[in-house]
């Protein structure tokens, strides 16, 4: 079975830095993208950034120059720098993997696989 452990999350002052780890394990045969979500209470999980196996990465608008996604694809294990936080980078942050073997849900092959989550908080 395939699980995505995120680690790294807490309590930052603005301006301050957390590095957030996503490891995944299981029976992997593969792994493609691998990213960031995050959600906010009353509001949409949206991405945060995301690397392809090859190293491409992509960021959302609000956060590019400050967070920084890199991978280790020995380790399976996604990370994400962020620098220069901000109170409305305050949120729930969802580590997700497009791999290989798919789950299947309710009868459909899924190849998304999240975390559980970890709780990031900026203050002011």
């Known amino acids: 079975q395939v699980q995505l452990v995120e680690s790294g999350g807490g309590l930052v002052q603005a301006g301050g830095s957390l590095r957030l780890s996503c490891a995944a394990s299981g029976s992997i045969f593969s792994i493609n993208a691998m990213g960031w979500y995050r959600q906010a209470p009353g509001k949409q999980r949206e991405l945060v950034a995301a690397?392809?196996?090859?190293?491409?990465?992509n960021y959302a608008d609000s956060v590019k120059g400050r967070f920084t996604i890199s991978r280790d694809n020995a380790k399976n294990t996604v990370y994400l720098q962020m620098n220069s936080l901000k109170p409305e980078d305050t949120a729930v942050y969802y580590c997700n993997a497009d791999l290989f073997p798919p789950r299947v849900v309710a009868g459909v092959l899924e190849y998304d696989y999240w975390g559980q989550g970890t709780q990031v908080t900026v203050s002011s």
């Open positions: 690397i392809t196996s090859g190293g491409s990465t």
